[in-house]
C-alpha cells in the first residue's frame, strides 16, 4: 500500500462502529448540496481567470454525464439513458449561468458560492411548482449543480458509483439510493458524520464487507479529499494521519482478525447444530438480485428478507409488474429449493424515493409517518403490482410473502384483501401462481407485538425486526446519531417483549424468526434462541460467526441464558451476561 511523508499530526475521532473491518487509505469527500461551499472574494485582476474556471468546470461536467449517459445507454437502454438528456440541459441553461455570472460580477464573491446560491433559488423555485414533471426538474438540477461544485472544488472523482480509484468514502450522511450505488470494488471504507447501527446506509455497507464508522460528527469539516485516514470499524474509530506506530499496531490486529475469520470461514461450511444436537435455521438478509451469490457462499438457508424496496430506490421510475417479476424470479430460482422471504415495499421513513416527492411528501417524523404498509395501502396501484409479481414468482420456488410494519390485525386484513384480489386477477388471466404461499408479517411495531395472538389467526410465519421495534419501544429514532448511545438491544423492555412476541405466536402454532441487526450478533444470538426464536437471518457476512456460536453452544445453556436474562433489571446486566456466554464460546484474537 502506498504511503506518504507522514508530517501531519495523527488525529483519533471516536464514532460508532457499524461495520467490522480495518481500512487504511486516501479519502474522498462525498459532498451533499448542504454542504458548505467556501466563501471568499477575488480580486479585481483574478476575475477573467475565475469565470473561465466556471466554464471549464461546466465543460467538464458536460463531457462527465455524456460518459456516463453512454455507458448507461451501453449497459441499461436507451430509456433508462435518456434522464442524462435533462441533466445536459440544466448545463445549457443560459438563466442559471447568466444569473451566476450577474451574481459574481456584482459582488465579487468566489464563483463556487455565487453558482450554489443562484442554482439553490432555481432548485427551491422547480420544487415548489404544482407540476410533477417540472418539480422533478428540481431534482436534476440538484444533482447537476451537485457535479459542477465538485469540478470547481477539484473532487473530480464525484460519484460514488464511479470512484476513480480505492478511497474510504467520508461524507456527512448517506441516502439508501447513495450506499446503494457506491462503486463497491473501489469503496475501502466507509465513514459518515451522521447515523447509528442500523440506519439502512450502514445495513448496506455491511451486506458489502465494507469497514464502516458512524456518528463521527464533523468529520467532512476536518478532512479533505486525498487525505490518510485509518478506519477501524471494530471500534468505531476514525484515525486520520495515523503514525507508522499506528499503522504496524493495527498491521498486527489485522493479520490476528484475518486467521479469526479464516477459523470462521471453515465452521461456516459445516451444518448449524449446536453441541446438544438442535439444528438453527440461519438465513440471509438480501437487498438485491445479485447478492444471490454471496448467500449461498455463506451457506445460508435462504433468504429470510429480501428488502425489495432496493428495486425501487435505485430506479428513476417506479418498476413494472413485469421487472419486478423477472428480478424476484432470479431470486427465487437463484436460491431453489431453499425459500426467499419476499417483503413487500417498505419505502418511507428514511427510504423515500427520491425525486418523488408527490408520493413522499417532507414529513417532520418520517419514521413515524407513511411509511412501507401504510404508503402501499394507499396506492394500490403500486402494491398490487408487487403482488402480483410475487405471486407470479411462487411457481418458480419456495416464495413467501411478508408484510412489513403492520400495526394490527384490521391492516393485516386489509393487506390480505388486496392480495386476494391479485389472486383473482391472475386468475382471470390465466396466469399461475401458488395458491398456497405462505404470508407473514413482520412484528416491529409494540401494537403488533402485543397482538401478536391476534395476527397469529391470519399469518403463517413472523419475523421480529428488531432494528425498528427497539426504536418504537424505547422511542429512539434509529438514525439519528445524537441518541444512539440509547438504542439499546438489551434494555429489559425488548427482551421481555420478544418473550411475549414468541410465546404468542408458539401458543397459535406460529413460526417466529428474527430479521433485524440483533440476529447477526453474536452476543444476542444464544438470548434469541434460548427465548425460542426459530430461525434467524442476517447480512451475509455475519453467517460465519454466529455459525461459529451456534456450533460451540448448547440450546439447554442458551434456554438457562434466556431464563436468567429475563430476571435481570438492567441492560448494562444483561449485556454484561450475554457478552460473557458469547465469549466464553468463541476465543477472539
Ligand atoms: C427491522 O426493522 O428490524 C428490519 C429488519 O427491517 P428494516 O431494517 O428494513 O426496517
Ligand atoms: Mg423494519
Known sequence: MATEPRTKKEVIVQGISASQGIAYGTVFVYLQSDVEVPCYQVDADKRIEEVSRFDKALLTTRQQISKIQDEVEKNLGKNEALIFDAHLLVLEDQALIGETIREFEATGSNIEICFNKISARYIQAFSEIDDEYLRERAGDIRDVAQRVLQNMLGQAENSLSRLAEKRIVVANDLSPSDSASIDRSAALGIVTDSGSKTSHAVIVARSMKVPAVVGVRNLTQRVKTGDWVLVDGYDGLVIVNPTEQTLFRYGKIQSDKKSFEQRLLEANRRPPVTLDGVTVTLQANIEKVDEVALVKEYFAQGVGLYRTEYLF????????????????????????????????????????????????????????????IRFCLEHPEIFKDQLRAILMASVHGDVRLMYPMISGPEELGKANAVLAECKAELKTRGQRFNEAMKVGAMIEIPSAATTTDLLAKTCDFFSIGTNDLIQYLLAIDRGNDRVAHLYEPAHPAVVRTLQHIVDAAHRAGVPVGVCGEMAGDPIYVPLLLGLGVDALSMTPPSLPAVKYLVRGMTMADARALAVEVLALGSAQEIHAKCAAFAHARISQP
Open 313 to 372: 430506490l435505485n430506479s428513476a421510475r417506479i418498476p413494472s409488474e413485469q421487472e419486478q417479476f423477472v428480478a424476484y424470479k432470479a431470486v427465487v430460482e437463484g436460491m431453489a429449493p431453499n425459500p426467499v422471504v419476499i417483503r413487500t415495499l417498505d419505502l418511507g421513513g428514511d427510504k423515500p424515493m427520491e425525486g418523488k416527492s408527490d408520493l413522499f411528501p417532507k414529513e417532520a417524523n418520517p419514521f413515524m409517518g407513511f411509511r412501507a
